[in-house]
């Protein structure tokens, strides 16, 4: 549900609003909205605010850039256990920004000395790969008085026989070219001639376009046996230099992370400060500060306010007429039940619904692990998705997405293991043929057209309530005209059911004349109250009803292909390569059988259930609070804190 | 000959649908590749958008079995 709220006004000196901002900081309940009155002459701050709020915006862009680079781990700011970040006092930020510039000064310096080490080495790795080709080439006992030696990377493919050729011309038998392969389809090949005769074979090898083995930088002028070891060499002394500069790196981290990440914590709850700063009006000797607060913490917050300030701060209540009908501007917290609450990230996806708008949160707790659980309805693939969903709860933390996911993927497997008993399906048939596992209900395979009715039943109770709802909400807004034309349309999608149900045979025939009778006395009625597109509108809605056939649909397709998968294993020759590909159908199966049903739930859910009542478009709740990491997301609510400390 | 024309039917039944669900997705999809390069954020609205002319063919296959079973 979405909590109740309240709007408060606080008074005071003028003097005073640093230390009331910091008390509302430290207690984290009060969202600052723009003040109403038009009693007051100036909002607080003013230029100076902004010049501050820029420099504190430059120096956490510095204490981002080191914290991000500095090795270990500094995502974990000051967190809701530990102390909040000391307030920012002027000299203490003045340290804070040069440590911030020079860290970032000294990191910016290793990083580009790591870069140059890592190049160089990029190009010996290179030419390693290449000289050791050619070391094993070289004859043993050079004698270069009287014997060339010219290393030579020739192209794979015919270049070689094209050398061979322009040698033998040349040389005679008076040569001998050694080859052996490189990787990259390259050919290392060292050329052995008499030492007069190089000329003559150079200009054949630039006619040829065939290049001698470049040398790498600095050792030019060693000769290729000394070059490899020379290469290794400079890598270790490469090796060496990076440790160092890491070892460095972790110095810096060690000495300053600590004091970095306070750093940043108090920069941001500052900077918070001052956005809520700029909310506040003020005149010659007082201020004016309004905001919302959640209902239940009114009271903790009245009374954290008297302790610190006594009766200096005035808190007095904003009446509601005058901020009822600015749904827009409430903020909204989600406040649900414990086993509820995983599912409020389902309708999180979408925008906020308004203050004083229905929270969609339950029924899509009740509805969306039902779906899933008719589609899937398999106890096998129901129990493989409760192991992922307890890998996924112990892999994650409390408060996260990730966690939410778990527990939502829990209930739809504990869903999808009931439908399964009922449905007799485990692996498909593979439960009917090891262990005699019969449907409850009905079996999917053959039962089609009763699937197929459960299904659209489904989808007419799913619109019907979310019409209902639609109906409460436009009630609670004193939007008469809109809740008649909702009551009307539940009321005409219950008689077109009834209709048909009469028609089919299903309830007595006696039925189908009141029923007609009562669709003709609502249909102007139904026109009167919403408009003349509101016969469309019912057709789209008869239509909506018709969309949850997708159920039948999706969970046919799986139990067929699962059934498929379990028919492989006789299907070939062989036992064991029909296991192998029963399991791979069975894996494909699964994992459409995870993306399938969320995406179809999710689609029911946000097209053809919420269209009837939903109303987007609330504001995010953003109360003055320390910074923590995980609610640092932009547009993300939060839920209420912990009750402020009295 | 009866069953030929039956089963053609429940064939055309599900694969015009078909093919039109694949047009309008692939449409989509380009677009929502598009918007998701400038705004990775509607990844979940983008997926629920593709998902939804699946009513096409899914209603398809609703009518090829009612025709399926309506035949005998």
Request: proline fraction near 6%; charged fraction near 25%.
């Amino acid at each position: 549900m979405i909590a109740e709220m309240v709007r408060l006004r606080l008074m005071g000196p003028r003097e005073r609003i640093g230390d009331v901002l910091d008390v509302l900081q430290d207690v984290g309940v009060f969202h600052p909205a723009h003040v109403r009155s038009t009693r007051v002459d100036a909002l607080a701050g003013g230029a100076g605010r902004d010049r501050r709020a820029r420099q504190l915006q430059r120096l956490l862009a510095d204490l981002d850039f080191v914290l991000e680079r500095l090795p270990g781990e500094n995502d974990h700011d000051t967190g809701r256990d530990e102390e909040p970040a000391p307030r920012v006092e002027v000299a203490r930020l003045a340290d804070w920004a040069k440590l911030a510039r020079r860290t970032r000064r000294e990191l910016t310096r290793l990083a580009a000395e790591r870069a140059e080490l890592a190049e160089e080495r990029g190009v010996l790795e290179r030419y390693r790969a290449y000289q050791e080709g050619f070391s094993r080439l070289l004859p043993r006992e050079p004698d270069p008085d009287r014997i060339r030696i010219l290393p030579l990377v020739l192209e794979a493919g015919r270049s070689q026989d094209r050398l061979r050729d322009g040698l033998d011309a040349l040389l005679g038998e008076d040569y001998e070219l050694r080859t052996e392969p490189l990787e990259g389809g390259e050919v290392a090949a060292v050329l052995l001639m008499p030492a007069g005769r190089s000329a003559r074979v150079d200009e054949l090898l630039g006619e040829a376009g065939v290049r001698e083995l470049p040398a790498p930088p600095g050792l030019e002028t060693r000769s290729l046996e000394e070059a490899v070891p020379a290469i290794y060499e400079r890598l270790v002394v490469l090796d060496e230099r990076e440790r160092k500069l890491e070892s460095r790196r972790q110095a810096l981290a060690d000495a300053r992370t600590g004091e970095l990440t306070t750093a940043r914590a108090a920069v941001r709850d500052r900077l918070a400060e001052l956005a809520a700063l700029g909310r506040v009006a003020t005149t010659h000797r007082a201020f004016v500060l309004e905001g919302w607060v959640p209902e239940e913490f009114e009271a903790g917050l009245d009374r954290r306010l008297r302790k610190s300030f006594g009766g200096l701060i005035v808190v007095e209540h904003v009446a509601r007429e005058t901020w009822d009908e600015e749904a827009e501007e409430t903020p909204v917290v989600l406040h649900n039940p414990r086993l509820l609450r995983p599912f409020e990230a389902i309708t999180r996806m979408l925008p906020l619904p308004q203050y004083g708008s229905i929270d969609p949160t339950p029924f899509v707790a009740v509805f969306f692990p039902a779906f899933f659980g008719l589609i899937l309805g398999d106890v096998g693939y129901g129990f493989a998705l409760a192991l992922l969903a307890l890998v996924l709860h112990v892999r994650s933390r409390d408060g996260t997405l990730l966690r939410s996911v778990s527990e939502i993927a829990g209930a739809c497997a504990a869903a999808s293991i009931v439908f399964g008993f009922l449905y007799g399906e485990a692996f498909g048939d593979l439960g009917r043929r090891l262990v005699g596992l019969r449907p409850l209900v009905f079996d999917r395979e053959e039962a089609l057209v009763p699937f197929l009715a459960l299904a659209v039943a489904i989808g007419f109770v799913h619109i019907v309530l979310g019409l209902v709802l639609g109906m409460i909400a436009a009630v609670r807004h004193r939007q008469t005209r809109e809740a008649a034309g909702r009551g009307i349309s539940a009321l005409m999608v219950v008689l077109v059911a009834v209709a048909l149900l009469t028609a089919v045979k299903i309830l007595p025939g006696g039925f189908f004349t009141p029923a007609v009778i009562a669709l003709l006395i609502a249909f102007p009625l139904l026109i009167v109250a919403e408009g003349l597109l509101a016969p469309l509108e019912l057709l789209s809605t008869l239509g909506n009803v018709l969309s949850y056939a997708r159920i039948m649909a999706l969970g046919t397709a799986s139990v067929m292909m699962a059934v498929v998968a379990n028919r492989m294993v006789g299907a070939t020759g062989s036992v064991l390569v029909g296991v192998v590909f029963a399991l791979l159908f069975h894996t494909v199966n699964f994992a459409l059988g995870l993306f399938g049903p969320t995406v179809h739930g999710l689609r029911l859910h946000y097209v053809e259930f919420f269209g009837k009542f939903y109303s987007p478009g609330g504001a995010s709740y953003r109360p003055l609070r320390h910074w923590e990491p995980a609610t640092d997301e932009p547009g993300e609510p939060m839920s209420p804190p912990d009750a402020p400390a009295a | 000959m009866e069953v030929f024309w039956l089963g053609l039917s429940a064939a055309l039944a599900v694969a015009i649908p078909a093919l039109a669900t694949a047009w309008a997705q692939s449409r989509i999809g380009a677009a929502a590749a598009a918007a998701l390069a400038e705004k990775p954020e509607l990844g979940t609205t983008v997926v629920l958008m593709i998902a939804i002319p699946e009513t096409m063919v899914i209603l398809g296959f609703v009518v090829a079995l009612m025709i399926l079973l309506g035949g005998g």
